[in-house]
């Protein structure tokens, strides 16, 4: 397990008052047990984070009514799929400690490679817009069925249009943190805006129905932790097998999509990608990379060119 994690407590899943307590700081001594890890868009500010300051406190307590309305939405989930543990990065790494986000940073794709599921806040811009969004009026009705000569029933009817927008263009997916936890999630669980959707390295489906059964047939539908499990070492595309050159244009077709995403701080560049990197090079012996490239094709990474030439201006240059 991660050396920190928020422990939820233990209690009944019907039980609102257990579903919205208090939870606190929890520090492994290296056991292993099952988790879920959290990933969301922190926004212009996140509200509440783990400082040296509150180490202590939060260890004790971290009060209910204290967390973010995201953060009081994904703890209420975890509880209801009875998972004792949950990592946020914001509450689990010591965000005002440089050596501690360099320690944790380090082991952030193991995180994700090892949680039992991801639950993803993909619709909501910020920590407190929440993911729990109420089901459009229009797109819901009340319907009378006849059971029988004398019986009635109500049935819930959900409308036909349930993606208004692109998934792939969500706040949550434009930012390339995310790109990596996605890619190495063992699955997900997205709250879209009117929606769940669950992602694996199988498959997608989501509770309309709408998006589901992605098949190796249609590869280049596929959202991109389908089309790049093959090269993260998931059997599921037959023809790659070691080959590095496989390997290798897979991976400049993963550095173009992430490379297109958005980044709050330019020094997390590589950071947010290393752990891909490792994951990879288990399945590419001998080779080295190096600040994002693998030297064995080091050459060919620095054959590129602008597509357009920048605007360009008759004023005099000082």
């Known amino acids: 397990m991660p050396d ?39 926004g212009e500010t996140q509200l509440l984070l783990l400082l040296e300051a509150n180490l202590v406190d939060f260890r004790a307590r971290i009060p209910w009514c204290t967390l973010p309305r995201t953060f009081q939405h994904a703890v209420n989930f975890a509880r209801r799929l009875r998972i004792p543990y949950l990592w946020i990065d914001g509450l689990c790494i010591i965000q005002d400690s440089t050596e501690d986000w360099m320690k944790q940073s380090m082991e952030m794709a193991s995180i994700y490679e090892h949680s039992f599921i991801t ?43 349930q993606h208004p927008m692109p998934s ?10 995310v790109f990596q936890e996605r ?79 958005q980044l709050t701080y330019a020094s ?12 990879m090079a288990r399945y590419m012996p001998g080779a080295r990379y190096i600040s994002g490239m693998w030297t064995e094709r080091l050459v060919m990474y620095l054959s590129w060119r602008r597509r357009t030439n920048p605007p360009t201006t008759n004023g005099p240059r000082f």
């Open 183 to 261: 890619l190495l999630s063992p699955r997900l669980l997205h709250f879209a805006h009117v929606d769940l959707i669950y992602e694996c390295n199988w498959g997608t489906e989501c509770y309309c129905k709408k998006q589901q059964g992605a098949t190796i047939r249609s590869v280049r539908s596929h959202p991109p932790k389908l089309q790049h499990a093959n090269a993260l070492g998931i059997e599921l595309f037959k023809g790659v097998g070691g080959h590095l050159d496989a390997y290798t244009e897979r991976w400049c077709a993963m550095i173009e999509e992430y490379s297109a995403l």
């Open 4 to 42: 920190r994690l928020l422990s939820l407590g233990g209690g009944d899943s019907n039980d609102l008052n257990w579903l919205e307590s208090d939870v606190n700081l929890y520090e492994s001594s290296g056991e292993t047990g099952m988790y879920a890890t959290w990933s969301h868009r922190w």
């Open 168 to 177: 792939e263009h969500l706040p949550l997916l434009t930012r390339r943190w």
């Open 119 to 161: 639950l993803a806040a993909r619709a909501a811009k910020n920590s407190d817009e929440g993911c729990f969004n109420s089901y459009p009026k229009d797109h819901q009705g009340i319907l009378d069925l006849v059971r029988s000569a004398n019986q009635n029933a109500i049935a819930f009817v959900r409308g036909a249009s």
């Open 268 to 279: 997390d560049r590589l950071p947010a990608i290393a752990g891909l990197a490792r994951q």
